[in-house]
């Protein structure tokens, strides 16, 4: 006798329904694509026209900046960082721990020769052009400034910097770190020897290369005192592209930023001479990063 075979329980015999089937989750959208970079010829575009904004102002009788501006859009990260808020003026009396704000005082046996010649701090000589940066740091009479402390720091030959953050793919020179520092004398002069920097290339834009530029630091004697800028050579072609050097928008002020070169500066053999004076205040001085 042919047996039937048992009907599958279905939901109304109490049995649990089958499993659904997987759902398929949508794949991810992909993120939006960065906007690109600007070119060259965008930002050199940019910088015509806020110099040909700064000199109508000054024909107009407009008062001459006395350092960049905070937001020059053409250094397109200087309008995302810079400050929006006036500086908070600190009362001494009221806070005793301001007194921290004078120190330290840097003397005569913090600072030594060598720190002076960044191409002796190492076991070897670095590679590249050597040469030798001096001039004087005077206030607006001319007066030379005395004691001083001067630090500069800089990339390498090749153009990069001892700096972790530098993943620029030039070689790095085991015999400079690009770090120096001196005191004034008392003709206000300072000296360094050191090797010429070399271009690099940056994300401001699209084939973006700063100029071989050397960074300088004025203490004064206190930290709250300290004045940063930028000292270039004389001649770089990377001038006009450059809207780091460019947000100095007074042709004078930026000329002042040129060091010069001078024959009698040269060490006969050893290295090439430039003069680059640093003027603090009034209507000559060196224009800097932040504002007085």
Same mark, same amino acid.
């Given at each position: ?32 694509a ?5 070119? +060259? ?21 407009? &008062? ?7 937001d020059?859009?053409? !250094? ?14 600190i009362d001494? %009396?009221a ?12 003397? #005569? ?8 010649? %960044?191409?002796? +701090? =190492?076991? *070897?000589?670095?590679? *590249?052009?050597?040469?030798? #940066? ?26 990069? !910097?001892?700096? +972790?953050? @530098? ?5 790095? @020179? &085991?015999?400079?770190?690009?770090? *120096? ?23 401001? =834009? ?6 071989a ?27 006009? !592209? ?7 928008? @007074? ?15 040269? #060490?006969?053999?050893?290295? %090439? *001479? !430039?003069?680059? @004076? ?7 001085a ?7």
């Open positions: 006798m042919a047996l039937t075979p048992p009907t599958p329980p279905t939901p109304s015999d109490g049995a649990p329904a089958p499993a659904a089937a997987a759902v398929t989750a949508p794949p991810p959208r992909p993120a939006p960065a906007p690109p970079l600007p070119t +060259q010829a965008d930002i050199s575009r940019e910088i015509a026209a806020r110099h040909t904004a700064a000199e109508r102002d000054r024909a107009a009788g407009a &008062p001459a900046p006395h350092h960049p501006a905070r020059f859009a053409p !250094y397109r990260s200087s309008t995302a960082r810079h400050p929006h808020r006036a500086p908070v003026e001494h %009396l806070d005793p721990e301001a007194v921290e704000l004078g120190g330290p005082a840097f003397g #005569v046996t913090d600072v030594t020769d060598l720190d002076a010649d %960044l191409t002796r +701090q =190492h076991t *070897g000589e670095p590679l *590249g052009e050597r040469i030798t #940066v001096t001039g004087r740091v005077l206030d607006r009479s001319g007066r030379p400034v005395r004691g001083q402390l001067v630090e500069i720091w800089q990339a390498n030959a090749a153009g990069r !910097y001892a700096h +972790q953050r @530098d993943q620029h793919p030039a070689p790095l @020179d &085991p015999h400079f770190t690009g770090v *120096g520092r001196c005191l004034t004398d008392d003709a206000g002069r300072y000296a360094f020897t050191t090797v010429k920097p070399g271009a690099y290339p940056w994300r401001n =834009h699209h084939n973006a290369w700063r100029p530029h050397i960074h300088f630091s004025l203490f004064g004697s206190a930290f709250t005192q300290r004045l940063i800028t930028q000292m270039y050579f004389p001649g770089d072609p990377l001038f006009p !592209y450059d809207p780091i050097l460019a947000s100095v928008t @007074d042709p004078t002020a930026r000329a002042r930023l040129v060091a010069t070169y001078d024959h009698e500066l040269t #060490v006969p053999e050893r290295s %090439l *001479g !430039y003069r680059w @004076d640093v003027v603090l205040d009034g209507p000559s060196t224009w800097i990063e932040e504002g007085r």
